[in-house]
């Protein structure tokens, strides 16, 4: 059996670095003369069977002929290559990634129309956990968010009070343990994905349904993630407001944290799939984020260095 290095991304989208990941499958490169490809794998995490289904549609990947997967801890791993790189994904079922993975893909929601409408890419400079809350007493100190600010139909007292938004341990190995919010994308491949993706095509139409204009890809922005998904306008605008960030979904701190923690570069690239407040765009919309951000992590991917060549 071979030992396997792994680059785990998420669709979404984060990648990240080469890490050491022993696995009980062949290495389908063949060995030969003494010698074998020490190469890197890049591991997919999918959330949804929507973006399995944009993987599949896609064409670029092959199921490797000899192992086309492995069940791992009740977990299918797919293994093959997309674009003639070697990966494996796997679909995790559900919203929230496993901390010894690094690298989801998928889709988020947009919170403001200025940045981001259904269809397009976003590749945010830094993620926030937005889920850790302080709950203040009533009659306290006021928090960052307070609820009397939403009352309807008029702002008023409110005894839910208020709510600071906390910050999460960030453990490195020989490091003291840091307070962070924001978890930024790695510079040097933040400025890659820049050059690769400034003109890839995204598609605008999908079942005979287009969106009302054509998918972009947004750069420079910041997002949130959570255990909770926001389609509350309210919310959404606040978010903007107070944190300026575009989007939202609830994987992307999680597998940013693990990165980190980890010390391995990452970037995040997430389709939106709809507008906070909004009208639903329909399933096409949603699916087209997913493609979409499939597609930019397809290209991305392509600017990752090629294997090299070890002798025993």
Known sequence: MSSVNLVVMVVGLLV????SFQMSLRNPVAETNNCKIDFTRLGLVLTSDTNEQALQDSGLFTPDAETPYVDIA???????????????????????????????FGSAGALIYKKS?????????A??????????KFGSEEGKLIFGEFN????????????????IKLFSKGQSPQDVF???????????????????????CYDGVCLPSKPKIVFGTKGSSSDSYIKNKAYGDFLHKAFNVSTADQESAAVAWTSL????????????????????????????????????????????????????
């Open 182 to 204: 924001w978890l930024p994308s790695t510079t040097s491949w933040y400025s890659v994905a820049t050059k690769v993706l400034q003109d890839l095509e995204l598609s605008q």
């Open 74 to 104: 009740g977990r299918r791993f797919h293994i093959g290559t997309l674009n003639a790189r070697y990966i494996v994904y796997v679909k995790i079922g559900g919203n929230s990634i496993p901390y010894s993975w690094n690298y989801s």
């Open 261 to 312: 923690s980890n010390e391995k570069p990452f970037i995040v690239i997430r389709g939106a799939s709809n507008v906070a407040g909004a009208a639903s765009p329909g399933s096409q919309a949603s699916y087209l984020a997913s493609y979409n951000a499939f597609l930019a992590a397809a290209k991305f991917i392509e600017s990752i260095p090629t294997p090299r060549l070890a002798c025993e």
């Open 117 to 125: 409408s259904a269809g397009d890419v976003s590749v945010p400079l």
């Open 152 to 167: 309807y139909p008029e702002n008023g007292e409110n005894l839910l009070a208020s709510v600071d938004y906390d910050t």
């Open 127 to 136: 993620i926030a956990f937005t889920g850790a809350w302080n709950w203040k």
């Open 16 to 19: 990240l670095a080469q890490q």
